[in-house]
């Protein structure tokens, strides 16, 4: 029986992994290798920005159902502290070069669009809208991601040599996408989630003809980072998201309430 | 997302036997959209229904996109255009079913046209179903401009969250395409 405690926890590994990424992203604004890729980087991290707004403002509506007040997107957003984020830690790596940006990209978008095409058909008819949503803006964004990969890996040998290298630093991160925990196991069983084990095959079956096609070899790495429930989802993360939170929430913790 | 909105409680309820409902539309399709203004929100159906609860006009949007940053923009736009013909009125948000382009009027197309870009093709390929992630479907876009089909997509990201770019190898000019979602 998923209850509304459960409910919020998982909108909050929703809404915050989509944050985490649009904050990501927007470190690229006026520093893109090219204008279009520039445009391109911060539309995704727009539309995962709003996708996170829906996310957490829902997941404040359901707080309030079984803590008497909910907190506003915002103060989801900017007044919680590292610990208490529940994105996977996947998606607070640094950018780096645009290899490691396109390669997180990449396994996160595969991802997340297998997450949202099950997520459209949840019991919860207010996930299923904003799933169904989203996935349609997703779709543009594996689009992209993939072609990418494929351009760098199928490129020039310099290119080829950094994307495999990127591809490889950051496999050890696409375990806890798939992790069940028990949380998971609840929502499946009340059909308002998938168990996300479910959606691996799919997605690696993705990754591996995209990089095929980008000449590029699937890593062989076994371990993952964040193994037995030690990861983002559980609010286990990187030394990274400290650093990015400092900045995303400088604005409301030095003058709270501020607004524009 | 503000789910429930009232406007300005001060204005007084409209009585009467007018068709305050038609009255409310009339109004919205004067609304233009903030980034393509040569089509209203009513072209565009970003409206997906105007009611009567009974006390209040009860206004229906849909966002475009999830981040897009002209949403609240649009709200505050239908509540100027709405308290200008003193029509009292609560606007909510209804996300599912989720936008779609094949809304947009026929009649905004051409007007799209006219203003230099490119009216989406029908949606079908973006349905989230059974797309290839790995290969675009090749689709068909003919320069506003000179009406070419000879072009060639720069970016799916263009200037706004509901625009690609697109360029013209016959008469060399960048445009705007408003893609299919």
Same mark, same amino acid.
């Given at each position: 029986?998923?209850?509304?405690? @459960?409910?919020?926890?998982? !909108?909050?590994?929703?809404?915050? %992994?989509?944050? *985490?990424?649009?904050?990501?992203?927007?470190?690229?604004?006026?520093?893109?290798?090219?204008?279009?890729?520039?445009?391109?980087?911060?539309?995704? $991290?727009?539309?995962?920005?709003?996708?996170?707004?829906?996310?957490? /403002?829902?997941?404040?509506?359901?707080?309030?159902?079984?803590?008497?007040?909910?907190?506003?997107?915002?103060?989801?957003?900017?007044?919680?502290?590292?610990?208490?984020?529940?994105?996977?830690?996947?998606?607070?790596?640094?950018?780096?070069?645009?290899? @490691?940006?396109?390669?997180?990209?990449?396994?996160?978008? =595969?991802?997340?669009?297998?997450?949202?095409?099950?997520?459209?058909? +949840?019991?919860?008819?207010?996930?299923?809208?904003?799933?169904?949503?989203?996935?349609?803006? *997703?779709?543009?964004?594996?689009?992209?991601?993939?072609?990418?990969?494929?351009?760098?890996?199928?490129?020039?040998?310099? /290119?080829?040599?950094?994307?495999?290298?990127?591809?490889?630093?950051?496999?050890?991160?696409?375990?806890?996408?798939?992790?069940?925990?028990?949380?998971?196991?609840?929502?499946?069983?009340?059909?308002?989630?998938? @168990?996300?084990?479910?959606?691996?095959?799919?997605?690696?079956?993705?990754?591996?003809?995209? !990089?095929?096609?980008?000449?590029?070899?699937?890593?062989?790495?076994?371990?993952? =980072? $964040?193994?037995? $429930?030690?990861?983002?989802? =559980? $609010?286990?993360?990187?030394?990274? !998201?400290?650093?990015?939170?400092?900045?995303?929430?400088?604005?409301?913790?030095?003058?709270?309430?501020?607004?524009? | 997302?503000?789910?429930?909105? +009232?406007?300005?409680?001060?204005? /007084?309820?409209?009585?009467?036997?007018?068709?305050?409902? %038609?009255?409310?539309?009339?109004?919205?399709?004067?609304?233009?959209?903030?980034?393509?203004?040569?089509?209203?929100?009513?072209?565009?159906?970003? *409206?997906?229904?105007?009611?009567?609860?009974?006390?209040?006009?009860?206004?229906?949007?849909?966002?475009?996109? /999830?981040?897009?940053?002209?949403?609240?923009?649009?709200?505050?736009? *239908?509540?100027?255009?709405?308290?200008?013909?003193?029509?009292?009125?609560?606007?909510?948000?209804?996300?599912?079913?989720?936008?779609?382009?094949?809304?947009?009027?026929?009649?905004?197309?051409?007007?799209?046209?006219?203003?230099?870009?490119?009216?989406?093709?029908?949606?079908?390929?973006?349905?989230?179903?059974?797309?290839?992630?790995?290969?675009?479907?090749?689709?068909?876009?003919?320069?506003?401009?000179?009406? +070419?089909?000879?072009?060639?997509?720069?970016?799916?990201?263009?200037?706004?969250?509901?625009?690609?770019?697109?360029?013209?190898?016959?008469?060399?000019?960048?445009?705007?395409?408003?893609?299919?979602?």
């Amino acid at each position: 029986m998923a209850t509304d405690s @459960d409910i919020f926890d998982y !909108l909050l590994r929703l809404g915050d %992994s989509d944050l *985490v990424l649009a904050q990501r992203l927007g470190e690229w604004v006026g520093k893109g290798p090219v204008l279009e890729e520039d445009i391109a980087l911060a539309n995704v $991290g727009l539309d995962l920005l709003g996708q996170a707004r829906l996310w957490l /403002s829902y997941a404040g509506e359901v707080e309030a159902r079984f803590r008497g007040r909910g907190r506003s997107e915002d103060e989801l957003a900017f007044l919680r502290d590292g610990a208490a984020f529940r994105n996977v830690q996947l998606v607070e790596q640094p950018n780096g070069d645009y290899a @490691d940006t396109t390669a997180r990209q990449f396994y996160f978008d =595969h991802a997340h669009l297998l997450l949202l095409r099950a997520l459209a058909r +949840s019991r919860d008819e207010r996930i299923a809208a904003i799933a169904a949503k989203a996935a349609k803006e *997703v779709q543009y964004h594996v689009e992209r991601s993939t072609d990418w990969v494929i351009r760098l890996g199928d490129g020039t040998d310099e /290119s080829h040599a950094r994307m495999q290298r990127a591809i490889d630093d950051l496999w050890p991160y696409t375990g806890e996408l798939f992790a069940a925990d028990e949380l998971d196991a609840v929502l499946a069983d009340a059909a308002i989630a998938p @168990d996300p084990a479910s959606l691996r095959d799919a997605w690696q079956a993705a990754i591996a003809a995209a !990089l095929d096609e980008a000449t590029l070899t699937l890593p062989a790495i076994g371990w993952m =980072h $964040g193994a037995h $429930g030690r990861d983002g989802k =559980h $609010g286990v993360h990187t030394e990274h !998201l400290g650093h990015l939170l400092a900045e995303m929430q400088f604005l409301q913790r030095a003058y709270p309430g501020a607004q524009w | 997302m503000t789910a429930d909105v +009232s406007v300005s409680p001060a204005l /007084s309820p409209r009585g009467g036997d007018r068709d305050i409902v %038609s009255e409310a539309w009339s109004a919205l399709a004067t609304v233009p959209d903030p980034e393509v203004p040569v089509v209203s929100i009513v072209e565009l159906g970003i *409206v997906r229904g105007v009611s009567h609860d009974g006390a209040n006009v009860v206004v229906t949007l849909t966002p475009t996109y /999830s981040g897009c940053p002209a949403t609240e923009a649009i709200e505050a736009m *239908v509540r100027a255009a709405l308290r200008e013909r003193r029509i009292e009125a609560r606007v909510q948000y209804a996300l599912a079913p989720a936008w779609t382009t094949d809304w947009i009027a026929p009649e905004a197309r051409a007007r799209l046209r006219a203003f230099g870009i490119a009216p989406p093709g029908t949606s079908a390929r973006v349905d989230v179903s059974g797309i290839s992630p790995l290969r675009r479907a090749r689709i068909d876009v003919a320069c506003p401009r000179c009406g +070419s089909r000879d072009t060639a997509l720069v970016s799916q990201f263009g200037s706004t969250a509901c625009k690609a770019q697109y360029r013209c190898k016959a008469c060399a000019e960048p445009f705007d395409y408003f893609k299919p979602h």
